[in-house]
């Protein structure tokens, strides 16, 4: 077991499968490979790897962070069952964070972290210090509250002059579960802010038989 804390962090929201490992605060190894699909598969090899590469085991982590959204359905999902499991098997706690608050991380001042949504749309949510100081919302980019507050982005947008962009935000995942992981009890929830793409059927179903 590490004498300081050991965290495992990683990231499924999006295109990509990111990983990191944090022992007190050094960087023992990090991963991040883009993907469109297959994260499911790739998730568990990829952290052997991390854990090898570190010359660490399963039983000697302390906890496990992940990002819980807002991004892609299926690959939030992929990562909050992913670090439920690992956290029950392991009897370590889980935690989760959102890539709003992950970008928020370190910043000083009042800022505003946005992630592109599609659809000309954006996912965003205000912060002070890097502390949440207003409820995540998605909304159009009329329509985002900027009021000269310091933008967070992982790639610049068209209304960001100088947007803050961490290196890895599975990074500031890891440093924040470290903060969080002997006070919390909650498990990772998904953070959704707008419904799934999928259709509800139009037909209407059979009747059943007396």
Sequence with gaps: MASKPLILAFDTSAAHCAALLLCGNTVLAARHENMAKGQVERLFPLLEELLTEAGQNWPDLSAVGVCTGPGNFTGVRIGVASARG?????????V?????EALAF????????????????????????????????????DAL???GR?????APLPFADSPHIPARPV????????????????????????????????????ALLP
């Design 171 to 206: 990074e500031a995942i890891a440093r924040l579960t470290a903060q969080r992981f002997t006070s919390t009890t909650d498990r990772p929830a998904p953070l959704y802010l707008r419904a799934p793409n999928a259709a509800l059927p139009t037909e209407q179903p059979p």
């Design 150 to 154: 310091q933008i967070n982005a992982i």
């Design 145 to 147: 509250p900027l009021n």
């Design 106 to 141: 370190g910043t000083s001042g009042p800022s505003l972290s946005i992630l592109d949504a599609r659809r000309e749309r954006f996912f965003v949510q205000a912060f002070d210090d890097g502390l949440i100081s207003g409820k995540p919302d998605i909304c159009t980019a």
């Design 86 to 94: 690992l956290a029950l098997s392991l009897k370590i706690p889980a």
């Design 96 to 100: 989760g964070v959102s890539m709003l």
